[in-house]
């Protein structure tokens, strides 16, 4: 398939997917997610591909979130199918038998740092900015931030991060364990390659195993075990019929500040 979103190569039996939305610093809509779908599906049933490395294109995101513009228009229950489908595709990589890394080059945000935390790990570049600034938007994480990131730092930390919606830089990330490694801009995509060469060398089946393990471990094998994946998909749908939520998407695309009323 050819894709429109995405760039797809694969070498050494590593594929590489690039968001490729750079001019909107990759926000995730509604076409991204349908080819993001697709590959990973490929990918998957490709016995060809031992691992997957997922990356931003252009040197300023991974991903900025998902796409803003598309979400003025829906209702709760739009925007809860919409919670779901993404909730399904990170479920898809976080429980994918074969390694999936993200390296991130730039800004991960809302929905991008949610996909970099649904991949198995993550490693990024010193330029690289995570957080979930959606109580900004009126809103919360739809795509799993408020399971992951718990999960991933902690409780207080993941509160903080949320409800302040600040921004942490490579190094808070590294210290906080959000990311395993730091690297420079240039070396990130090797460092990449070069730690995937290292898990390819192993034996997949053991690999695949150690995988559903861990997931399950950390409480997020996708089975629907843990309810708070379910919550997270009708809070942020319960935000779309705030006045809030409007006024915070509408500043977002007329690039102000928004003033929220509690309503
Ligand atoms: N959805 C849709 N469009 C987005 C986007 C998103 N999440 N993030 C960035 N863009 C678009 C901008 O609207 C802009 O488009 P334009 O050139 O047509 O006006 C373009 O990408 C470049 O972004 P810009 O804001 O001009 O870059 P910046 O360097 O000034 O700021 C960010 C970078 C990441 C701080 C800023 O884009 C931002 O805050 N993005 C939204 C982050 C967010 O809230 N994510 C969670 C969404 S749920």
Not at 43 to 60: F, Q, W
Not at 215 to 240: H, L
Request: glycine fraction near 8%; charged fraction near 20%.
């Amino acid at each position: 398939m050819e894709y429109k979103c995405l760039i797809v190569d694969t070498e050494y039996q590593i594929c590489s997917i690039t968001i490729n939305r750079p001019d909107k610093l990759n926000a995730l809509n509604r076409e991204v997610f349908a080819e993001l779908d697709h590959v990973i599906t490929e990918v998957i049933a490709n016995t060809e591909i031992k691992s997957v490395l997922i990356t931003g294109a252009g040197p300023k995101a991974f991903v900025a979130g998902a796409d803003i513009s598309e979400f003025a228009s829906l209702n709760r229950e739009e925007a809860m199918a919409l919670a779901k489908r993404g909730q399904d595709i990170f479920f898809k990589i976080e429980n994918s038998s074969k390694p999936v890394i993200a390296a991130v080059n730039g800004f991960a945000l809302g929905g991008g740092c949610e996909l970099a935390m649904a991949c198995h790990f993550r490693i990024c570049s010193e330029n690289a900015k995570f957080g979930q600034p959606e109580v900004n938007l009126g809103l919360i994480p739809g795509y799993g931030g408020t399971q992951r990131l718990t999960q991933l730092v902690g409780k207080g930390r993941s509160m903080q991060l949320q409800m302040t919606a600040e921004l942490i830089d490579a190094n808070e990330a590294l210290r906080i364990g959000l990311v395993n490694e730091v690297t420079s801009s240039v070396s990130l995509l090797d460092r990449a390659r070069e730690i995937l060469t290292i898990i390819n060398s192993k034996a997949p089946v053991a690999i695949s195993k150690l995988i559903s393990c861990i997931n399950i471990a950390a409480g997020c094998a996708g089975n629907g075990s843990n309810p708070g994946f379910t919550k997270e998909i009708s809070s942020f749908g319960d935000c779309f019929e705030t006045e809030d939520m409007k006024e915070g998407t509408t500043a977002f695309m007329e690039k102000r500040k928004p003033t929220f009323k509690g309503k």
